[in-house]
């Protein structure tokens, strides 16, 4: 059974840090680049960072370049997404999602991350 878990959100002040985490199961994870979208209310689910399997580059969307840094560990087939000087607009649903090269791909059931003072 696939499952990707995620922890680590919670509610934060403007300026501050939080880490998430994503340990996946069911599936060969170093096969899949992993990402982290977010959903905010009345909003699209777009892409923060994503991560690849074989040379483990990365991409990150425009508002979180500097502030936000995806990493992985293969060994214990968890992603990272480490979040610093957070903003009222980075408040989201954030989930995991796994792509392989071929048609597979899941995702987790969020985590909400909440910025205000």
Do not use: H
């Amino acid at each position: 059974q696939v499952q990707l878990v995620e922890s680590g959100g919670g509610l934060v002040q403007p300026g501050g840090s939080l880490r998430l985490s994503c340990v996946a199961s069911g599936f060969t994870f170093s096969s899949y680049t992993m990402s982290w979208y977010r959903q905010a209310p009345g909003k699209e689910r777009e892409l923060v960072a994503a991560i690849t399997n074989i040379d483990r580059s990365t991409n990150y969307a425009d508002r979180v370049k500097g502030r936000f840094t995806i990493s992985r560990d293969n060994a214990k087939n968890t992603v990272y997404l480490q979040m610093n000087s957070l903003k009222p607009e980075d408040t989201a649903v954030y989930y995991c999602y796994a792509k392989s090269r071929g048609p597979y791909d899941y995702w987790g059931q969020g985590t909400q991350v909440t910025v205000s003072s």
